[in-house]
Structure formats: structure tokens, C-alpha cells
């Protein structure tokens, strides 16, 4: 469905039912469609999305191949730090998969994580960033990173810093609320990310340590921390 004829369906829908009275069950009927609309232009976003990454990397396979028929450019591409990178990406997806059971992330949620990390605006400064051109780990961070990272950040909504607003005119800001299932991706994030470079789950440990460096919401604090189980005393 086009976003244009989603767009009119929702119209047509809003101005009948605003026109008419309901019985409870009707209600209720109408409650559920209504979130059957909103469930379906979130999935014309993720598609869309999907759409670009399966560009991106058409780009990229069309470049190696490009490189192999060149003599010697391959070698230039540092493959070795990109199938580093590319396991670490993989890794770290599948331990946000796994961290459904702990942070109630929706199915769709931990199956489209990250996918913006396979474009090629933030693949190749990532890559970069934290692997050397033999694929050994490293952190070289960059303008280039920074540029690649907050792009990253703006592109998923899972990220806190997604949610500081910043005024017009003022360096000041404030954090707003996170949506549920938005929060309960991010803390999924740090699972993940704790998984696949150290082996363990140590989310809670490095909450714990950051958390004054986060500008959250008070309401998505509590729920961060009801996820992690942290205490009172912690």
C-alpha cells in the first residue's frame, strides 16, 4: 500500500467513524482497526527502510566486484576488517534476539535492529572506526565516526539521544518520554552490546555507572530500570 493511498484510507476512515455513533462493541471494533492502521505505516517505514539497505548493498557487492576486476584495488577495501565488522554486526543482532525473553522487545522490533548499520554511510566509518585493516579490534574515533554515529542515532529511536530536544536558539534541551517499545529495545541495545564484546550480560552493571550521563526522561527511567532490576539501593 502507498503511503498516499494509506494516507486517504485513514482519512476516509477518521471522517466516518467521527460521523457516526457506536455501541461498545463497535467500540471496540474501531480501537483495534485504528491500531491496525498505525501497526501498517510503521511497517511502510521499516520497508522502506529495508528498501535501502538492500540497496546499499547491492551498491557495495557491485563495488567489490568492480574491485576484483581491477587487479590489486580489492585488496584496498581492508576485507579483512569488514568480515570482522560483519560478524561483530551479526552477533550483536542476535543477542538483542535473544533478549526478548528479558526485555519483553517485540519480535519486529529485534528483527529490524540496526539495519541502518548495513548502509554504507555508517558501515564504512563504523568499520573504520573499531577494526584496523587486518581486522583486528581497535577505536579510532573520527569526524567521520561521529558524523556516521549521530546519523546512526537520528535513523533509530532506540537510542536515548533520539529523544533530547534541542530548541531553537538555546543549547539547552530536555529529554522526553521514550516509547515503550523503544525502551525496551535500547535496553536489549546494551544487552547485546555487552554480549557480543564481553561474553556476559553486565547491561545492569553499566547502567549503573553511566546513567548520570543520560539525559532520560523521568517515566523512562523507572521503566529502564524495572527492566534491569535495579534496586532502591543501587
Known sequence: ?????????????????????????????????????????????????????????????????????????????????HIAYARYVLRHKWYVFKARDITGVSLWRALTHDLSKFTLAEWMPYARCFYDRCGNSQYEQTAEFDHAWNLHQKRNMHHWQAWVLIRDGLAEGGPLEMPEKYVREMVADWIGASMACTGKNVAKTWYLENKDNMQLHPMTRVLVEYILEVSNES
Open 1 to 81: 500500500m502507498t503511503p498516499e493511498r494509506l494516507a486517504f484510507f485513514r482519512k476516509e476512515y477518521d471522517e466516518y467513524t467521527q460521523g457516526h455513533c457506536w455501541d461498545r462493541q463497535s467500540n471496540f471494533c474501531v480501537q483495534r482497526f485504528d491500531e491496525l492502521l498505525t501497526y501498517a505505516e510503521e511497517m511502510h517505514v521499516e520497508l522502506e527502510h529495508l528498501r535501502d539497505v538492500k540497496d546499499a548493498t547491492q551498491d557495495l557487492v557491485s563495488a567489490m566486484n568492480v574491485s576484483k576486476n581491477a587487479g590489486g584495488l580489492f585488496s584496498k577495501l581492508a576485507i579483512k576488517r
